[in-house]
């Protein structure tokens, strides 16, 4: 099971506690699915999570805005193409709610260690210049 740790962070409180939240919320939900074997549809864990991914992409493309990152109209089309994405799998998934927790989770670990990173790295040489 992954855990939000330390090397995921992205340098800003709120936005690592959006990631943290996250986690958390998998794992949650995970160890209902496989423990307590509550009847959890996909549908409703893709409608939620992607509400609460939805209002993290908002608030992180505001901080980038804010730190002057050049990449910004970058990160915000692979945000996007993630939403949609999202959109699609709430309105014809076949995924079980696993497979969509799965999914998510690993989308959002390659997310941050690929591209939020990289404001990471912007905002740290602003720091030092
Ligand atoms: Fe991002």
């Given at each position: 099971m992954q855990q939000w740790s330390s090397e995921?962070?992205?340098g800003n409180e709120l936005l690592?506690?959006?990631h943290h939240v996250?986690?958390?919320?998998?794992?949650e939900l995970r160890d209902d699915l496989e423990k307590e074997h509550k009847d959890i549809d996909a549908h409703t864990i893709i409608a939620f999570l992607s509400d609460y991914i939805d209002m993290?992409?908002?608030?992180?493309?505001?901080?980038m805005t804010a730190i002057g990152f050049p990449?910004?109209?970058?990160?915000?089309?692979?945000?996007h193409q993630f939403a949609e994405h999202v959109n699609g799998l709430l309105h014809h998934s076949t995924q079980s709610a696993s497979e969509v927790l799965n999914f998510m989770q690993q989308w959002l670990?390659?997310?941050?260690?690929?591209e939020d990173k990289l404001y990471y790295l912007h905002a740290q040489r602003q720091l030092h210049k």
């Open positions: 995921y962070s992205v690592d506690a959006h996250f986690f958390e919320m998998v794992t993290h992409f908002h608030v992180e493309e505001q901080y990449e910004l109209s970058k990160h915000t089309v692979v945000h670990i390659q997310h941050i260690l690929c």
